[in-house]
């Protein structure tokens, strides 16, 4: 009995430390609201808390707070909800919407607000990545304390903010994470960094459900993560945004101001990264000190790249702030400092979120004149530049509707003219966001980058366009969902044709062939009569012939029509199966397709973002199933269900076993195709009789000394973290399909430097003459890889083949202009035949 009291005891003191550690500067607190301790029944820091139960707790704290509401803005990809708690004194969340439409007009008039100043808005954002999980728990302890606190600074701050507490950007991937985390915690906990509570399996919590990496996707909007994010950010234009992570154990804590921007001329006001963060820098270290917590700032990171959620809401008049916790990865970690815990990592987050409310109120004047001035900036900075827009035409209409799509969601007005080409203006509130779809650049301030070094988005669409310098006339502001891309459908006695120059084919043909459909592709162009008139079609058309189904007639014009009323993809009825000119419909150059069958390894060793990279754009925009191999499984595997193997960059050191099945299988007339460093394998371990450019060091020559201090800079010069590169396609060959110009815009992120295929007809795309099209790559890679190098070849392999890309050509889901490359792959790979001289 008297054990148990003790046990008790001890329980209780632990609870009050726990809360007092956190926020007892706060006190007190109203005894009707619920602690998150006393609504999940154990201390914030004693284990990882799932994103239900955080999301369960908030919505808790509005039902028995008139401080507090709960806004849902979008659900995941596992179906978890997405949602803000909004926090601010009852009187202003009673005219939420009176303070969204002043704060507004504010902005778009450039006009301060007549009478009492108008609440700032503030979005504190935690836990991006997954397994950093320590901003979520922070965020649990921010809302109570907001909320409940009865401390007069709270009520203060509450009566001059309206604050919107996003607890969990990436709930799939931190559910990941706390799931491994939970169920490797010891008892006694176990501070050994080797043990598996600290040491996650792939692929990890970082990323969210197709291990897409969210802190790079606030301008790519790939994911719905992002899309809900940034949908919200346009509708309330927040002045302040928070960005908390986590990096390595043996480090301290980050805090703005960052490392220079890498640009030459950054497109974000210089007030934002040198006035506004040093402001607010001596609030975080004032807070930090006042704990005795250690940090530092300026050495590291970077906002360069405008899709982080720590730049993103910079370039929307914010001030963006970043923050990097080093890791307790579970509970308990020995480090060079001593041991650190998730309480303790958990508290900086907290403190570091309390303190920004306390800065922004205490200069919420300064901050908004700054958000209202660089809307009007905007307009000033268009006004003085020779560039007035940037024009462009495509013939893929849906690949155009994509990418107009993608302008639209960051609030950039398109329009149409009467000679049918799109046009962006450059003087709109979007300036900023227009240089970021369309400006290129090749001078930098450095050579060495966190991230990516371009992100021209018109490349990333493989869009021609061109800057003008006198705007015509604009007819029409293009919406992208308004846009018709298909003709009217009619039904055809004969046959169908499909133009094959359009971003949706490979939908097209995943729709045809699950529902039975024969179908071919036409390895020549012809010209045939419809009923529409002549009509031409390119390398790759489809052709589906009416007599040859095992459906009836009426079912197959029941397909054919959801061609264009789903995929937007306009069909063709043909009359007759002789051509005009060109091959006929008959010719052995006009092939019956195979449906894919195909896997991906995955697991330890593989990237996991160029596997989710395919995983998604499979099921998220074609609709073929790919099966998912772990390589820890590989040698029971029987490929013979399969006829195409993915394979993406990774470390592969496969056994004896199934390299030789891998090496039988394709053989049989299968289909590999590698990527990046998977491309490297197959030529460094002789798979295939291809070779790399690789540099031969003169042994003769003596190294000169160097500053010891400059080895980083110097050797991350030679990185490609990002670049556009110029490449020239064969588009007579199959993975050219589709394709209407031989100008290819690549992006390489590698040092995978192929050669041209041994095979003349092997090389598919090589690097053109002059190359660069955005982002910085070194000297030396230009002068000695580049000339010498290809970006895509296909090797034979007896009676099979081996794709092989140098560059990922699916890079962070947004790479429609390669994309294309990679599903002919999938489609077209067993079809492809690599002749010999």
Avoid at 677 to 684: D, I, K, M, P, R
């Amino acid at each position: 009995m008297l054990f148990r009291l003790l046990t008790l005891l001890l329980c209780c003191s632990s609870m009050a430390f726990g809360q007092d550690y956190f926020y007892k500067k706060y006190t007190p607190f109203n005894q009707e609201v619920s602690s998150p301790a006393s609504f999940l029944g154990y201390d914030i820091g004693s284990q990882h808390t799932r994103h239900d139960l955080i999301v369960s707790y908030l919505e808790q704290l509005a039902a028995t707070s008139n401080r507090a509401q709960i806004m849902p803005y979008g659900k995941t990809h596992e179906g978890r909800k997405l949602a803000f708690l909004v926090v601010s004194s009852p009187e202003n969340l009673s005219r939420l919407s009176e303070i969204k439409e002043a704060h507004l007009a504010s902005i778009k008039s450039g006009v301060a607000p007549k009478g009492s100043a108008l609440p700032l808005i503030i979005n504190l954002a935690y836990n991006v990545h997954g397994n950093e999980p320590s901003s979520s728990e922070a965020a649990l302890l921010a809302a109570y304390t907001f909320v409940a606190s009865k401390n007069p600074d709270i009520e203060k701050y509450l009566e001059n903010v309206v604050i919107f507490i996003d607890p969990t950007i990436n709930p799939d991937g931190r559910d990941r994470h706390t799931q491994w985390a939970n169920t490797y915690k010891g008892s006694p906990l176990v501070a050994d960094p080797q043990d598996a509570e600290h040491n996650e399996y792939w692929p990890g919590g970082r990323t969210n459900h197709y291990w897409f990496d969210l802190n790079r996707d606030w301008l790519l909007t790939v994911n719905p993560e992002s899309q809900g994010k940034v949908a919200w950010s346009h509708e309330w234009y927040p002045n302040v945004v928070t960005d908390f992570h986590e990096m390595g154990s043996q480090s301290t804590y980050f805090f703005e101001p960052m490392k220079p921007n890498a640009s030459s001329k950054p497109i974000m006001p210089k007030e934002n990264y040198t006035t506004l963060n040093d402001l607010f820098g001596g609030y975080f270290s004032k807070a930090l000190d006042s704990i005795g917590s250690l940090y530092f700032t300026k050495e590291a990171f970077d906002g360069t790249y405008p899709g982080y959620g720590s730049s993103y809401p910079d370039l929307q008049g914010a001030l963006a702030l970043l923050f990097e916790q080093a890791s307790s990865r579970g509970l308990k970690q020995t480090t060079a400092f001593g041991e650190i815990t998730f309480p303790f990592t958990i508290r900086n987050q907290y403190v570091s979120s309390i303190t920004t409310v306390k800065a922004a109120v205490e200069n919420a004047a300064t901050l908004q004149a700054y958000q209202r001035d660089f809307f009007k900036s905007a307009f000033t900075n268009a006004a003085a530049e020779k560039i007035k827009g940037y024009s462009f035409k495509e013939t893929d209409k849906n690949l155009a509707k994509a990418f107009i799509g993608k302008l639209n969601t960051h609030k950039v007005s398109v329009y149409q003219t009467a000679i049918d080409e799109y046009v962006v203006p450059t003087s709109q509130a979007q300036y900023r966001m227009v240089q970021s779809f369309f400006e290129t650049y090749n001078k930098y301030r450095d050579s060495v980058y966190y991230d990516a070094s371009a992100w021209s988005v018109a490349n990333f669409f493989n869009i021609s366009y061109k800057p003008i310098s006198k705007l015509p006339k604009l007819d029409q502001l293009i919406i992208a969902k308004d846009l018709v891309t298909a003709r009217p459908f009619k039904a055809a006695d004969y046959a169908y044709a499909i133009e094959a120059r359009d971003y949706n084919i490979p939908a097209a043909i995943s729709h045809l062939q699950k529902n039975g459909v024969v179908l071919s592709a036409a390895f020549k162009p012809f010209k045939v009569a419809t009923f529409d008139g002549a009509k031409s079609f390119s390398y790759g058309s489809l052709m589906v012939p009416v007599a040859l189904q095992k459906i009836s007639k009426d079912s197959l014009a029941s397909l054919m029509a959801d061609l264009p009323s789903k995929l937007g993809v306009s069909v063709s009825a043909v009359q007759s199966g002789l051509s005009l000119s060109g091959v006929d419909l008959g010719s052995r150059n006009v092939r019956p397709l195979m449906a894919p069958k195909a896997a991906m390894i995955i697991g330890n060793g593989t990237s996991s973002y160029e596997a989710g990279e395919i995983w998604h754009l499979l099921d998220t925009r074609v609709g073929i199933p790919i099966s998912k191999l772990p390589i820890r499984n590989l040698d029971r595997v029987s490929l013979d269900a399969y006829n195409t193997l993915v394979m993406v960059s990774g470390r592969y050191s496969l056994s004896e076993k199934f390299s030789k099945a891998l090496s039988d299988w394709v053989s049989k007339g299968n289909t590999l195709i590698t990527i990046g460093t998977g491309s490297s394998w197959a030529v460094n371990t002789k798979f295939v009789k291809e070779k790399l450019i690789k540099v031969v060091s003169d042994s003769t020559t003596l190294t000169s000394r160097k500053p010891y201090v400059d080895a980083g800079e110097n050797i991350g010069r030679e990185a490609l973290g990002g670049v556009f590169l110029k490449g020239d396609m064969d588009l007579s060959h199959p993975l050219g399909f589709g394709y209407d110009q031989s100008r290819v815009a690549l992006y390489k992120n590698n040092e995978v430097w192929l050669a041209p295929s041994k095979s003349a007809y092997g090389t598919v795309i090589d690097y053109a003459e002059k190359p660069h099209l955005d982002g910085y790559i070194s000297e030396k890679n230009q002068r000695e890889f580049l000339p010498k190098s290809a970006s895509l070849i296909v090797s034979p392999k007896g009676m099979g083949r081996v794709i092989m890309f140098a560059d990922n050509p699916n890079f962070r889901g947004i790479h429609y202009g390669m994309n294309r490359l990679f599903l002919n792959a999938i489609f077209l790979g067993n079809h492809i035949e690599v002749p010999s001289e």
